[in-house]
């Protein structure tokens, strides 16, 4: 693995797995819109218009594809719903088709998709060939992965990585409840029981870089800790590694529901998300308990 090509570059999730990959001796590029004239590694795309600068291909051998509207950055008007879903659909075949008429050398292409997929509510021990919902996130999910289909059709090892509720403190679950925790505000969703698919976003971004050098183990893989936690205990670490008091009652569920419409329903998912199948190809996780990786992230 030579130089890797990040779509999503600029995220949460892309800044961490950049970081990761140079400390590793790897030349990082990532697509952006809006590319600096003085970084180099930068290259334009612009999905909505299908337009991309197939000088990205040049000396790259390996894709981490991320790139996708934020699924909780605004409320899921139908317009949003929409750019959430085209985000993606739009990102994979704009690449995809470049690779098609352009020469490259691409060893493996790598991936996001979500749990989501699964419905909110998912019974027993998921496993990755549970059946998809039929639900708005599992439908964006379907599609997105099947648009990524098209790398495997040309040959090119593709591997999936459906992603949990990535734990960083730069965004997401932990930043959201630690604004609330920081007030002495934090308080479980729901009944608190819902079990959360976690994952520390260093062991998110070590399976990325696993199944990029490992094209052998190309398939679809849930990217989750071995061990879920409830939205309760999830939330009382958080408060406790921030020597906060967590006293407040559960946020009912129709209150969410009347606030956040149907991504209040997203909330209140309780998904008990396996990851045996990633362990089994070899891939082991730093993090396997939330409370050692809260107390990481916040120490």
């Given at each position: ?101 352009h020469s490259h050398q691409i060893k493996s292409v790598v991936s996001a998709s979500a749990v989501g997929i699964y419905g909110t509510h998912p019974q027993g021990l998921v496993k990755e060939e549970y059946p998809a919902d039929t639900n708005f996130l599992a439908d964006v999910c379907v599609q997105w992965e099947k648009e990524a289909q098209a790398f495997a059709e040309m040959g090119i090892p593709l591997s999936i990585i459906r992603i949990g509720i990535v734990l960083s403190k730069e965004g997401g679950f932990i930043k959201e409840i ?122």
């Amino acid at each position: 693995m030579t130089k890797v090509i990040i779509s999503g570059g600029s995220g949460n999730v892309g800044q961490h797995l950049s970081t990761l990959l140079i400390k590793q001796g790897i030349e990082v590029g990532i697509l952006t819109r809006n590319p600096r004239k003085q970084d180099k590694n930068a290259y334009y795309w612009n999905p909505d218009k299908m337009e991309i600068d197939p000088k990205f291909l040049e000396g790259t051998t390996h894709i981490f594809h991320l790139a996708g509207a934020g699924v909780a950055d605004k409320k899921w008007t139908s317009s949003y719903k929409n750019e959430i879903l085209e985000s993606r659909i739009q990102g994979t075949r704009l690449i995809a088709q470049t690779l098609k008429s352009h020469s490259h050398q691409i060893k493996s292409v790598v991936s996001a998709s979500a749990v989501g997929i699964y419905g909110t509510h998912p019974q027993g021990l998921v496993k990755e060939e549970y059946p998809a919902d039929t639900n708005f996130l599992a439908d964006v999910c379907v599609q997105w992965e099947k648009e990524a289909q098209a790398f495997a059709e040309m040959g090119i090892p593709l591997s999936i990585i459906r992603i949990g509720i990535v734990l960083s403190k730069e965004g997401g679950f932990i930043k959201e409840i630690g604004k609330l925790a920081n007030y002495g505000l934090a308080a479980p969703l729901g009944n608190g029981k819902m079990m959360v698919p976690w994952i520390h976003v260093n062991d998110l971004c070590r399976m990325f870089l696993f199944l990029g050098q490992h094209p052998e183990h190309s398939g679809i893989y849930n990217g989750v800790a071995p061990h879920p936690a409830s939205n309760a205990a999830l939330t009382k670490f958080i408060a406790k590694a921030m020597n906060r008091p967590m006293f407040l009652p559960p946020v009912p569920g129709f209150m969410l529901k009347l606030m956040m419409g149907e991504m209040g329903g997203m909330l209140l998912s309780d998904q008990n998300i396996s990851s045996e199948k990633i362990q089994e190809v070899g891939f082991g996780f730093q993090f396997m308990h939330a409370e050692e990786a809260v107390k990481e992230i916040l120490g």
